[in-house]
C-alpha cells in the first residue's frame, strides 16, 4: 500500500512540475502588479460613484483574497465566480443585453463619455477590440457566458499597451513590462 501511495504521489508530483515548468515566469499574474507605475492617469472605465457598491454587492471585493477582486483563479479563487461576479458588475452597469451580451454600443457609448482627452480614442478603441475577443474566453459550461471577466481585464491591459506619450514612464524596465503585457495572454477562464 505505501509503495502504490508513493507512486501516485510520485506520478502526480512529475505532472504539476511539468505544468508549471511549461508556463512562462513572465507571463505569471504576479508579474502584472507593478505595471502600472509605467502608465500614469489610467482613467477609470466606470468613473460613476455608485462603482464601488456595485463591486461589493457582486462580490468582487472585501472578500478577504488581498488587493483586487475577490473571487478569481488564483488561490483560493473560483474562475466561473469570477466569470459571473464580473458579469454582476456590467449588468448593474446595463453593459449586457437582455439575451446575455456584452452590449458593444453601450460599451463604447461608455467608453465615449468616461474617456478623454489622449485617453479618447485609446479607450474607445480598446473597447472595441476587448468586445470581439471577449466571447471566445468563455468556457462552454460556465453558466455566465458573457465573456464579462475577459473584457474587463481587456481593457485594462489595452490601455496600457496604448498609453498615451504623455502618460508614460519611458524606462527600459517599464518597455519590458510592454513586452511582457504584449506577450502574455490572461488565463484561460476554465475551472
Request: hydrophobic share 30%.
Amino acid at each position: 500500500m505505501t509503495i502504490m501511495y508513493s507512486a501516485v504521489v510520485l506520478v502526480l508530483s512529475i505532472c504539476v512540475a511539468i505544468v508549471y515548468s511549461e508556463r512562462d515566469p513572465d507571463c505569471s499574474p504576479h508579474q502584472f502588479h507593478e505595471d502600472r507605475k509605467c502608465c500614469s492617469d489610467i482613467p477609470m472605465l466606470f468613473p460613476d460613484s455608485n462603482h464601488k457598491s456595485i463591486m461589493e454587492t457582486c462580490g468582487m471585493r472585501g472578500k478577504g483574497k488581498g488587493p483586487g477582486p475577490g473571487p478569481g483563479p488564483g488561490p483560493g479563487g473560483d474562475p466561473e465566480e469570477a466569470d459571473c461576479a464580473a458579469e454582476c458588475v456590467l449588468k448593474a452597469h446595463k453593459l449586457i443585453t437582455d439575451d446575455g451580451h456584452l452590449d458593444s454600443d453601450a460599451f463604447t457609448a461608455l467608453a465615449k463619455s468616461s474617456f478623454t482627452d489622449s485617453w479618447a480614442t485609446v479607450g474607445v478603441e480598446a473597447v472595441q477590440k476587448c468586445i470581439q475577443t471577449a466571447a471566445s474566453d468563455v468556457d462552454a459550461n460556465s453558466k455566465c457566458k458573457s465573456g464579462a471577466h475577459h473584457m474587463m481585464h481587456c481593457v485594462k491591459k489595452q490601455m496600457f499597451l496604448s498609453c498615451p506619450e504623455a502618460h508614460w514612464t519611458a524606462t527600459p524596465e517599464c518597455q519590458s513590462a510592454k513586452t511582457r503585457m504584449e506577450k502574455c495572454e490572461p488565463p484561460k477562464r476554465h475551472p
